[in-house]
């Protein structure tokens, strides 16, 4: 059973940090797309060097990125957040479970000590 926790114990820390890396993705990708969409607002004013314009489609598309990125961002948050708890509770059992071979091994050694004292 300690093997078997702490495989279970170090499985669900990978998942917290796959979760964490994905929580700091969204982070990245809402950021990247406010800038590229605040330039891409500073260039709707008038045409640039180039005489373009900016597509009024390619916009409310980065926009709605940038508004879906917002939302998730707090989700991927708190789903970094909801596996601490297990985290601790995989990491009390496994504790627990090394006590208690700990204590299995002194139960063994123990009478085996006084079956040698008693010879």
Known sequence: MVGSERTELLQCMVEQQNAHAKYQAQNVKH???????????????????????????????????????????????????????????RMGAQQEYENALLAAEIGIVAPSIALLWRR
């Open 31 to 89: 950021r990247s797309a406010y800038l590229t969409f605040t330039q891409l607002h500073a260039m709707s004013f008038g045409p640039n060097a180039n005489g373009e314009t900016v597509n009024k489609d390619d916009a409310r598309a980065l926009a709605n990125s940038v508004n879906r990125y917002y939302e998730e961002y707090p989700l991927a948050r708190e789903w970094t957040e909801l596996y601490e708890p297990v985290v601790k509770a």
